[in-house]
């Protein structure tokens, strides 16, 4: 459900509007003057603003300006400037800070509505689409460019607040034979399998993503290396104690897991260090843990 943030100083405006769009099936919040408008941004990311532009202390303009140059936030959100301020040189100041749309009072209000309902069918398709970018289609696991982008911005949270960041590499135990064996149909039936096993292993904070082919990353924050190695060593162990049947035979899957603490440095240090603890647990064997 789309949500929609109604800023305006006028009680009978607001009210008004918030029952219509609220009739139409929207999740529609409100704020009377364009301090608390700030103060809701602080706190919840809304679809769409609706800005009126004289409001006593902070005006819809300058709402919209504060909230187009917050750093991290609202850059998606839609702006409606819904105002009596009619004059083009406002209407041209209201669309180059950024509004989809300006709208003078009186107006009806099926023409809003049928804006409304354009605007948002758009940021629709467009969340669509972003969690489309962002997923592995064979596992519904995230996929590698959202994993990177993860690691990137735990790197930059921690620069600024330090905590433990703890990564581990995941790598299904002579799977081309699995491939040869049964086929690549199999081959995909047991990918998924094995990413169910891991999203169930952590939880729905901890960044679960399809690295590669037959490789999979795990980033876990906060967490100390013995809760880190108790968890890599439980899905190792689910992975072994869950055979597949794969063509009528009960075929047994491993797997072999790198774990690696970040140290400081580069990213590319830290990926590489797991992987050489994940290359260590190839080369002793298979279905182990190493640190
Ligand atoms: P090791 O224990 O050393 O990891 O041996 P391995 O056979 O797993 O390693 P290798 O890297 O030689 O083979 C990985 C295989 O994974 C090769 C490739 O055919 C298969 N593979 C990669 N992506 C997919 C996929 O999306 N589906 C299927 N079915 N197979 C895949
Ligand atoms: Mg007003
Ligand atoms: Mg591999
Ligand atoms: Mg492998």
Redesign the pocket.
Known sequence: MAKILVVDDEAMNAALLVRHLNRLGYEVHEARNGLVALEILEREEFDLLLLDVMMPHLDGFEVARRVREHPTRHQETKIIFLTAKSSIDSKLEGLQLGAIDYITKPFDFRELQARIKIILQDVERRKKLEVAAYTDF?TGLSNRRYVKEQLVAALQRVAIRPEPLMLMLL???????I?DTYG?VQ??VV?VKVAQILRQAVGAEDVVGRYG??EFLILLVGRTMPEVLAVAESIRDRVAQHPLQLGGTLEAITI?IGVSEYGGGALSEWIHSADQALYQA?KTG?NRVVQ
């Open positions: 064979l790598d299904l135990d002579s799977f081309k034979r491939n690549h081959g995909d990918l082919g037959e072999s190839k298979r």
